[in-house]
DNA sequence: CTGAAAGCGCTTACAG
DNA sequence: CTGAAAGCGCTTACAG
């Protein structure tokens, strides 16, 4: 009972028939009162709150969720490669997941994060269950079983929203890729850099990183230059690859002046590479990636990269899951951020004139 | 209606009873077998089942979870300085939240998260509110308002843990700091460095900075060697508070020979304060970090690092959280990572014999 | 403005 | 082994 609260064993509850019997009111008023209703006086609402506060009650959230028909959650799941264990997943998504539980929080919502990888456990039904109001669906691009799992169900269950889904059907948000690419590509020519190659395995089609290599190869086109790529790219995490892909293609084209690599991680290896090999960056190989990670402050140089708008990036998520944006699809605005990767604009230059 | 799935507007919850009328059974019939319950029927079992696969039905999370008086979810509250914004908080933060996320799953249990910074909007109540069977509450040491709240909402709330807590009350779960501390600096000493400072402010008192130091002080002292200090940090992030305590330090002592910092990200200032002053990591110069980042593969030279087992914490975290633990407080191991900003073991010598 | 009552969708004694 | 019923703790028409 939860009138005898000295009872050892489990908590008792208090519930707001508690506080209406201690208030000397209906139990109905007090959930109007703590609701903030207008239709009840001052005075009661002023006894009801004390009370409430006396009482340490709280109103459950199952409870009201379940009779309201809403749940003020959101549910955001982090896909993962079955291979990489959590620490070393890409931290990319953990920034991005900060930036939605902040524009959650704003709107008065609690996140529920789920971290998906293996095939047998994906599940997205979230708002089904009870359990939130609208899916975010954002993380690795390599998982294509779970990306397939989840356009199969982006097709029964609506309020599912994606982050550089590979796929065009279904509502998604992602970063203007096109215009990054290009963004990091004209940098690099304004800064004198010619011959600059792109890393950035695309044979998973269409995607975040076709659409950079896209913007990659209209800035070149603008001045004349020609694009440039790896033939191949191994297993393994992004690091791994922009090394090898940096490796071979030095090995082939040793006058490469310059990098523009399809994301943050993929320009760490490269990075790593072009030290190896005795590569003067930036003054004799700049470097530009994608992603704007915080991690890219750290590496020396640290990385000159292309960053989305995060906080847009969250908020347009949110929007689309909640189903506030009737379209359901968006790009959000990317910038660009320099650090030391790449040289100084030369002297009596301005952006733009090569 | 339920009875009518094809009326427009939202979309109709298709509950227990609609499975139960469809497969001719009880309602309470439909609740058992899809709970697994011994006492039904296998034949019935897989009726019911079927029937719930083809109507879509999902057990409500909130109307399970009020009735069974459990929720099935662990909440984590991330703390943060309010003057940090998400992307720029506290890498290592993510990966122990991802840690636990794991952990959660592995149990069976969902993730609320919660980032926190702002002092008139702390909430840890999650468990009263009916969100949440347990509280985790992790991050930045630096928020001493914040975890002043927290003290205090630990004494009425229990099932609450805290990772790093700078006060011994309460239930709490920690790196091994001491053994750590002492790790990466017999490390160095066993590498041939001597003149060995500690980074990191104290100042915030009894901690895990100030456990740390006191490993790194057992350690020289067992070598005879004389613990060095900076004298002042400034305001500003981690990796500044490192670059101006290497600063100082190599000012005042030129024959500083490595620096054991108390965090990774401290440890990344120190590194490029070291560079820059044309120090020779790890030649002339050793640098060993702790947390085991992520981020530390890409400085260059990647860092050596002391890092706790992240999966051992989550566990010991999830079960003080649930009451499973009676204890409540425990110490996780630490390891230390080998990377290159420390040099090689002297020939012919090994670890322990200097 | 407040109260009495129904009902959100389940689980679980209680019968049989 | 299955059914009928109560009740978890709320919100919200419906009366007054």
Redesign the pocket.
């Known amino acids: 009972m939860?009138t005898d609260p000295s009872l050892p064993g489990k908590p008792?509850?208090?519930?707001?028939?508690d506080?209406?019997e201690r208030a000397?009111?209906?139990?109905?008023?007090?959930?109007?009162?703590?609701?903030g209703?207008?239709?009840?006086?001052?005075?009661?609402?002023e006894r009801v709150v004390a009370v409430a506060k006396e009482l340490g009650?709280?109103?459950?959230h199952?409870?009201?969720g379940?009779?309201?028909?809403r749940t003020d959650t959101i549910a955001v799941v982090i896909l993962q490669r079955p291979e990489d264990k959590t620490p070393t997943g890409n931290p990319f998504y953990f920034e991005l997941l900060g930036s939605i539980c902040e524009a959650a929080s704003e709107r008065g919502l609690e996140t529920l994060v789920s971290l998906q990888s293996e095939n047998g456990r994906l599940t997205g039904d979230y708002v089904k269950r009870?359990q939130a109001d609208g899916t975010i669906v954002i993380g690795s691009a390599r998982n294509s079983t779970a990306w397939g799992f989840f356009q199969q169900l982006q097709r029964s269950e609506s309020s599912l929203v994606f982050w550089g889904s590979p796929f065009d059907e279904a509502r998604w948000i992602r970063s203007d890729n096109v215009a990054g690419g290009a963004l990091a590509t004209r940098h690099l020519i304004d800064r004198g850099y010619r011959r600059i190659a792109f890393v950035g395995p695309l044979e998973t089609g269409p995607g975040q990183f076709a659409e950079r290599f896209e913007g990659y190869c209209d800035a070149l086109a603008e001045h004349g230059l020609e694009p440039l790529q790896a033939s191949h790219y191994p297993d393994g995490d992004r690091i791994a690859q922009g090394y090898h892909a940096a490796l071979e293609l030095l090995d082939r084209n040793p006058d490469i002046d310059a990098f523009f690599a399809a994301s943050d991680r993929l320009a760490f290896g490269v990075l790593e590479r072009v030290r190896e090999s005795g590569g003067d960056v930036p003054d004799k190989c700049g470097i530009v990636g994608f992603d704007g990670m915080s991690a890219g402050t750290v590496c020396n140089p640290p990385l000159t990269t292309v960053a989305p708008d995060l906080e847009k990036a969250a908020k347009a998520l949110l929007a689309a899951a909640l189903d506030d944006d009737k379209r359901g699809t968006g790009r959000v605005p990317v910038k660009l951020i320099e650090r030391a990767s790449v040289r100084a604009l030369p002297a009596g230059k301005s952006p733009g004139d090569c």
Chains 1, 2 share one sequence.
């Open positions: 939860s008792v509850r208090v519930t707001s028939f506080v209406a000397g009111v209906n139990q109905s008023t007090v959930s109007r009162a703590l609701a209703s207008p239709q009840v006086t001052p005075a009661t609402r009650y709280t109103v459950d199952r409870a009201s379940l009779r309201k028909g009870g």
